[in-house]
């Protein structure tokens, strides 16, 4: 256990590290160190938040976790309000306090992980059946997607969509009650982004990358030739020439694009290895974790961390349309930044308190040996 949350913290404390660097390079020409500035707050805030979930008991989670739930909810339909959320490129993400800033759908990402790990927890025997199983848990899941997806947020909607399946597949649900719903929820966001103008034209230009560079496939475009250009070592830190205006919101989605230009291919795969490592080790802490409801939390977390990274990663690689994801630990995104490393420390307590395997007996006669010397 201690390997994995050394390569854990280690992992993240790089990811954090080159974020940082990759966030003043991408983004000191037009703001300066505006942006590296709110980050390290946000960061230092993360810190903060990251050590209190590793000292505190992550059982102690079960008695909030539905207040939690409440209060997730409540700030995703004050979003809604008008004159209320903040509406920024057509999307009411955001609600605002003075210069405070935050994005509410980032905390109930959390907080329906944490109330799904603790009903799981209570109702673990009856998970296989329809409505302990599917019905129950798809209310209050259903009530937080459909909130995040009237932002719109489809991406955000659909990863925590996939994250509370594995959730609940980690749970013992049936596939047979499970598959059906899925589908017919595939199908319905088939037909509402066949309908929808701008999603539809971002699923053309991801099909039709050159045809529509100049248009919505710009980001994407843009962002491989950042890769091309960057090579094997890359252009140099602060060298590159796809944030001077080629890339929009380079500094936050498409910031994995500017570590290939500047840094080249032995960064961007170092980053994928690190979230690679990141799974493995959430993956193995749940695996050791104290209780039921320590597995699935730490499953549900480990998952929101990797998928968004991958989806983010698929995304600016052309592997899959745009989906408006930051990717973890490095783009620009305070309220991302700062629940990504309460995940972490989240992880940690889980960790800190995992079963300990009882010592194998190398010598399983050692206990007869005085009775067959006695003899």
Known sequence: MKTAITILVFCVAALL???MVMLYSSSMVQVGAHYLMLQFVWGALGLAGCFVAMLMDYRQL????????GIAVLLLVLVLIPHVGVRVNGAKRWLRYGGFTLQPSEFAK?????????????HLRQMTSWKRGILIPGLFIGCVLGLIFLEPDVGN???????????LLTAGIRLKYFLPPVVAAALAVGIFIYNNPMRSGRVYSW???????R???LQAYQGMVAFGAGGWAGLGLGNGRQKLGFVPEHHTDFIFPMIGEELGVIATVFVVSAFIAIIICGIFIAM?????????????LTFLIGLQAFINIAVVTGVLPNKGLPLPFISYGGSNLLMMLVCVGILL?????????????PNPFAEELPEAQAS
């Open 288 to 300: 050791r974790a104290h209780d039921t409801f320590g597995l699935l939390l730490a499953t549900g």
């Open 207 to 213: 099909l039709h990358v050159e045809e529509t560079k």
């Open 157 to 167: 909607a659909l990863l925590l969509a996939a994250v509370s399946s594995v959730i």
């Open 349 to 361: 307590s889980v960790a800190r308190r995992a079963r300990i395997p009882e010592p194998v007996n």
């Open 215 to 217: 248009e919505k496939g």
């Open 110 to 122: 959390v907080a329906l992980i944490i109330a799904l790990a603790r009903y799981g927890e209570n």
């Open 62 to 69: 079960k008695k909030i976790a539905w207040p939690l739930f």
């Open 17 to 19: 590290a080159l974020g």
